[in-house]
């Protein structure tokens, strides 16, 4: 930095804190330099660089701003051994045994609130590592009982860590996986689950004597340690203990069964997942007793208290590690209450338990289908994390199937499933790094997942146009093909087609998102649910294709009858799956046309703007689509033409929500073993009817009519809106 | 450029009815130096969750001082509202940035958000501006009302955009080109083979 100050460092002794000078440089006390420079400078003034331009500025931090300098010195304590020395975490937590198992319990229950808000997007260092145990476990090592608890938690953590980081779909969550040289791991930690076992036998041997003195009526426990002084409380505080640290037993178990390579641990996890469900409704069972016998000052109200008890925890201070974090400004934290917290590990293992009902399919399509299945709920980073790490590892599906084998089976080609030629296939190659990243795209955030698909979009099509040109190229002039060129064509085609296909699924993927993310305002509808209609009937046409390359194929080689029968039962799914997109076809028509009505006979659902046009709009919402090509010959101006002549007349001829509900009976037949897919067609048979009836009362009434209001709402799914119509 | 938060109150333009309350008249200035930093700094301070530095409100008003209008009631001279902007060269694009824009909450309802917005969109448009972005909170209501009768999209949804943990909307405003380009193209022979019965395209 160059300062405009003339006055030259006055020549008085440095201050003891600066080092003597050396061969490397010359150490000099520069406060004088700056003070006679802050006197040159007038108010208003700007120091400036070539390093230091008015952009870089704004990087810098406000030293002590409480709300920019995430380092300021906040805790009473400079160091974690300050804090220890001034007794903030003693051990044990207190000389009254009843109460060192009281604290002890809420130890463990700010810890579990800490760790959900940690996975709820905040720092490990402002969570978890608050507790100041933790920081310094080798001091537990006399407790045996937090000890274990500790332990077990970090290499939970630990673990969990490197699942996220593993599976990087975190982009915009890297706070999650940032560990700031926090002690997150020791020797020993391996041994987490034995230590944790010999201290549950412990206590659960305690607990049966308890309940076998209770039989007998005995005054005293023979020959076991008792938990703490009071006989009358001892079962319950073991009642406590044990829930909560089977809970971290089940669940580190979850996390390790999960993250067995190619899916091996699924089963078992599952039964982890279901002990956790009963220990975390131990948990709140025990709520009671720890409430009744809390005798401090309640934690303001009880939506907030981060234990069961209702008690502040010790051994814990939020400001320790603040000078850990980066130099941005502070992000402010909330630990989520303890019934939050209950919550959202109840929400999280129900994520996982869906996780490992994975039947391990190796059907692309159906893969896709789970995935997107899955994020219809929004499940937060940690399970999205688990759902990729499993179904891409080591650069195949589960860590079994080579994409290139994923894609010929897409194209129902078993033949070349294994074939080094087709695996070697350039073609086949970029696009089984697509599928790659298309899987790995769909597990994350949605906001995140909307933008790359948008942008991948590109790449889809980038490779259909190559695999197009190839195509003619190797076989435009042929006229009199081999047996095997044949072949070959035949494979080329119905990688193009197949190719085709997955843009217009990306592409319908990236427009459904928008509903779901709120990005699309009732004036925009209009053109949304058009692009949407274009991009189905592409999509069916290209699906419809593929299904005619396959049947071409197999008749084409004079199957065997046992063949056929298998072949029967994928044309059903084949159709049906193309019937549940006609059925979003005609919803999406529909919707459009009715909009498009209403703009024109009543002037409603119109953008007027004083800086730009529809035009504009249309441009900005579909411009990495149009860009990409999907579909060919799409612009403003189509949809103006089409949208422009849209009348009531014919979209009462053409009713389209009429025939959903002709098609729907068949669709629920072939779904009936499926309950997702069934409750999708009565979702959309909802939307359908209500927007049937709403058709016809604008019908009557007549679409330019001013007393006609009519709204649209997402009541019946979230993707197709449903019309309320009122009159005013 | 950090996260910036564009808080404009109240939303529902001039139709908002003011009470029986005296509404005096709002004067609008461009910003005029640096006796109206403080103003600006502490409006912004007041109403928006980010932290800014003192830096970060030099970078703004002191290379785009054209782009920073401020408002004041003209009965007692009081600093109301102000818009805070910057322009420049983003990934190919001259591109146009609405950082903050403030209107206290006594004064909202009244179109003074839209109307200090409104001048800045019109300087950047001027200056050649191809698009305008701003970020604002999902929840910002009033924001999101005001801009989208400007002629804004959402054009993406930000995860977590701000420190309080609120994702954020990128609305974006393009502005209309002055050459209309390629003709009208309509769609092609091949799709109108594929849907004859449709209406509808």
């Given at each position: 930095m160059e300062a405009r100050s003339s006055s030259s460092a006055a020549a008085v002794p440095p201050p003891p804190s600066i080092p003597s000078s050396s061969d490397q440089g010359v150490w000099a006390d520069v406060s004088p330099l700056l003070a006679a420079a802050c006197c040159d400078l007038q108010d208003g003034e700007l120091v400036h660089g070539e390093n230091f331009s008015l952009f870089a500025a704004m990087s810098a931090l406000e030293i002590m701003d409480p709300k920019?300098?995430?380092?300021?010195?906040?805790?009473?304590?400079?160091?974690?051994?300050?804090?220890?020395?001034?007794?903030?975490?003693?051990?044990?937590?207190?000389?009254?045994?009843?109460?060192?198992?009281?604290?002890?319990?809420?130890?463990?229950?700010?810890?579990?609130?800490?760790?959900?808000?940690?996975?709820?997007?905040?720092?490990?260092?402002?969570?978890?590592?608050?507790?100041?145990?933790?920081?310094?476990?080798?001091?537990?090592?006399?407790?045996?009982?937090?000890?274990?608890?500790?332990?077990?938690?970090?290499?939970?953590?630990?673990?969990?860590?490197?699942?996220?980081?593993?599976?990087?779909?975190?982009?915009?969550?890297?706070?999650?996986?940032?560990?700031?040289?926090?002690?997150?791991?020791?020797?020993?930690?391996?041994?987490?689950?034995?230590?944790?076992?010999?201290?549950?036998?412990?206590?659960?041997?305690?607990?049966?004597?308890?309940?076998?003195?209770?039989?007998?009526?005995?005054?005293?426990?023979?020959?076991?340690?008792?938990?703490?002084?009071?006989?009358?409380?001892?079962e319950d505080y073991c009642r406590a203990l044990l829930c909560r640290l089977r809970f971290r037993k089940h669940f580190y178990h979850v996390v390790m069964c999960m993250r067995k390579p190619?899916?091996?641990?699924?089963?078992?996890?599952?039964?982890?997942?279901?002990?956790?469900?009963?220990?975390?409704?131990?948990?709140?069972?025990?709520?009671?007793?720890?409430?009744?016998?809390?005798?401090?000052?309640?934690?303001?109200?009880?939506?907030?208290?981060?234990?069961?008890?209702?008690?502040?925890?010790?051994?814990?201070?939020?400001?320790?590690?603040?000078?850990?974090?980066?130099?941005?400004?502070?992000?402010?934290?909330?630990?989520?209450?303890?019934?939050?917290?209950?919550?959202?590990?109840?929400?999280?293992?129900?994520?996982?338990?869906?996780?490992?009902?994975?039947?391990?399919?190796?059907?692309?399509?159906?893969?896709?289908?789970?995935?997107?299945?899955?994020?219809?709920?929004?499940?937060?980073?940690?399970?999205?994390?688990?759902?990729?790490?499993?179904?891409?590892?080591?650069?195949?599906?589960?860590?079994?199937?080579?994409?290139?084998?994923?894609?010929?089976?897409?194209?129902?080609?078993?033949?070349?499933?294994?074939?080094?030629?087709?695996?070697?296939?350039?073609f086949v190659v970029q696009l089984g790094q697509l599928v790659v990243n298309l899987i790995k795209i769909l597990c994350t955030n949605t906001a995140w997942q909307r933008r790359k698909l948008g942008k991948s979009l590109q790449d889809w099509?980038?490779?259909?146009?190559?695999?197009?040109?190839?195509?003619?190229?190797?076989?435009?002039?042929?006229?009199?093909?081999?047996?095997?060129?044949?072949?070959?064509?035949?494979?080329?085609?119905?990688?193009?087609?197949?190719?085709?296909?997955?843009?217009?699924?990306?592409?319908?993927?990236?427009?459904?998102?928008?509903?779901?993310?709120?990005?699309?305002?009732?004036?925009?509808?209009?053109?949304?649910?058009?692009?949407?209609?274009?991009?189905?009937?592409?999509?069916?046409?290209?699906?419809?294709?593929?299904?005619?390359?396959?049947?071409?194929?197999?008749?084409?080689?004079?199957?065997?009858?046992?063949?056929?029968?298998?072949?029967?039962?994928?044309?059903?799914?084949?159709?049906?799956?193309?019937?549940?997109?006609?059925c979003y076809l005609l919803l999406s028509e529909g919707l459009s046309m009715m909009l498009a009505v209403l703009r024109n006979e009543?002037?409603?659902?119109?953008?007027?703007?004083?800086?730009?046009?529809?035009?504009?709009?249309?441009?900005?919402?579909?411009?990495?689509?149009?860009?990409?090509?999907?579909?060919?010959?799409?612009?403003?101006?189509?949809?103006?033409?089409?949208?422009?002549?849209?009348?009531?007349?014919?979209?009462?001829?053409?009713?389209?929500?009429?025939?959903?509900?002709?098609?729907?009976?068949?669709?629920?037949?072939?779904?009936?073993?499926?309950?997702?897919?069934?409750?999708?067609?009565?979702?959309?048979?909802?939307?359908?009817?209500?927007?049937?009836?709403?058709?016809?009362i604008i019908n009557q009434v007549g679409a330019g009519d001013p007393s006609l209001r009519v709204s649209f709402e997402f009541t019946h799914h979230p993707h197709f809106a449903v019309a309320v119509v009122k009159r005013s | 450029m950090s996260s910036a938060a564009a808080s404009a109150g109240g939303g529902s333009g001039s139709e908002v009815s003011g009470g029986t309350e005296e509404r005096g008249e709002i004067a609008y200035v461009s910003y005029g130096g640096e006796q109206h930093l403080p103003l600006v700094m502490s409006l912004v301070d007041e109403e928006l969750s980010e932290p800014y530095s003192i830096f970060t409100y030099r970078y703004f008003v002191y290379l785009w001082p054209q782009l920073t209008f401020l408002a004041f009631d003209a009965t007692d001279g009081k600093c109301v509202g102000t818009v805070v902007c910057k322009m420049g060269e983003h990934r190919g694009a001259f591109r146009g940035y609405i950082a903050m824009l403030v209107v206290l909450k006594p004064y909202r309802g009244r179109g003074i958000a839209t109307e200090l917005v409104t001048r800045s969109i019109r300087v950047m448009m001027d200056s050649g501006c191809e698009e305008v972005t701003l970020e604002a909170e999902v929840t910002n209501k009033g924001a999101l009302a005001l801009y989208g009768r400007l002629g804004f999209i959402r054009a993406k949804r930000l995860y977590r955009y701000y420190l309080n943990g609120v994702d954020a909307f990128r609305l974006k405003l393009l502005f209309p080109r002055p050459d209309p380009g390629l003709p009208p193209m309509m769609i092609g022979n091949d799709t109108d083979d594929q849907k004859m019965d449709s209406p509808y395209l």
């Open positions: 920019m300098d995430s380092g300021i010195e906040r805790s009473r304590y400079n160091s974690v051994e300050e804090a220890i020395e001034d007794g903030v975490a003693p051990i044990p937590l207190s000389l009254d045994r009843t109460l060192d198992v009281q604290r002890s319990i809420d130890v463990m229950d700010h810890l579990f609130s800490c760790e959900a808000t940690w996975h709820k997007g905040h720092t490990l260092a402002q969570t978890v590592f608050t507790c100041i145990y933790l920081m310094r476990m080798e001091r537990t090592s006399s407790h045996a009982v937090l000890n274990s608890f500790c332990r077990i938690l970090r290499a939970t953590c630990n673990a969990v860590i490197s699942v996220v980081s593993t599976a990087r779909t975190h982009e915009e969550e890297d706070l999650f996986t940032m560990s700031f040289g926090l002690p997150l791991r020791d020797e020993g930690d391996e041994k987490c689950l034995s230590i944790l076992n010999s201290v549950e036998e412990t206590i659960s041997r305690q607990l049966r004597a308890c309940k076998a003195q209770a039989l007998s009526k005995k005054k005293t426990l023979e020959g076991l340690e008792s938990l703490q002084d009071n006989p009358d409380l001892e190619h899916g091996r641990g699924l089963e078992l996890a599952r039964k982890h997942v279901a002990s956790c469900l009963t220990e975390l409704n131990l948990m709140l069972k025990s709520r009671e007793f720890l409430k009744s016998q809390s005798s401090t000052t309640l934690q303001q109200g009880d939506g907030n208290c981060t234990t069961a008890s209702g008690c502040q925890p010790v051994g814990f201070d939020v400001s320790l590690n603040s000078r850990l974090l980066s130099p941005t400004p502070p992000r402010a934290v909330k630990v989520l209450s303890w019934s939050d917290a209950i919550r959202y590990f109840e929400r999280l293992l129900h994520d996982l338990d869906v996780i490992c009902t994975s039947s391990l399919d190796p059907v692309l399509e159906n893969v896709l289908y789970f995935i997107v299945q899955f994020q219809k709920t929004v499940p937060d980073l940690v399970p999205r994390a688990f759902l990729q790490t499993l179904l891409v590892q080591d650069g195949k599906l589960y860590g079994e199937h080579l994409f290139s084998d994923v894609i010929s089976r897409a194209l129902s080609l078993p033949d070349i499933i294994g074939d080094k030629e087709f695996q070697m296939n350039e099509s980038t490779i259909s146009i190559q695999l197009e040109l190839a195509l003619k190229r190797e076989f435009g002039e042929t006229r009199n093909v081999l047996q095997n060129e044949n072949m070959c064509m035949r494979v080329s085609k119905q990688l193009l087609i197949w190719t085709q296909e997955h843009a217009y699924w990306v592409a319908f993927r990236f427009l459904t998102l928008g509903f779901e993310l709120d990005l699309y305002s009732p004036g925009e509808y209009c053109m949304v649910y058009w692009y949407m209609y274009v991009v189905l009937t592409k999509l069916i046409e290209k699906m419809q294709l593929r299904v005619l390359a396959i049947s071409e194929t197999s008749r084409r080689k004079g199957k065997k009858k046992k063949d056929h029968s298998k072949d029967s039962a994928r044309d059903i799914t084949f159709s049906s799956s193309c019937l549940l997109l006609q009543s002037r409603s659902f119109q953008l007027p703007s004083i800086f730009n046009t529809e035009q504009e709009r249309f441009m900005q919402h579909f411009d990495l689509l149009l860009k990409a090509r999907v579909p060919e010959h799409i612009s403003f101006y189509s949809f103006k033409e089409s949208s422009s002549r849209a009348g009531i007349s014919d979209l009462v001829k053409y009713n389209f929500f009429k025939e959903i509900q002709k098609i729907a009976p068949s669709l629920r037949g072939s779904f009936a073993s499926e309950s997702e897919k069934l409750a999708e067609v009565r979702r959309i048979e909802q939307v359908a009817e209500h927007n049937r009836i709403a058709l016809n | -």
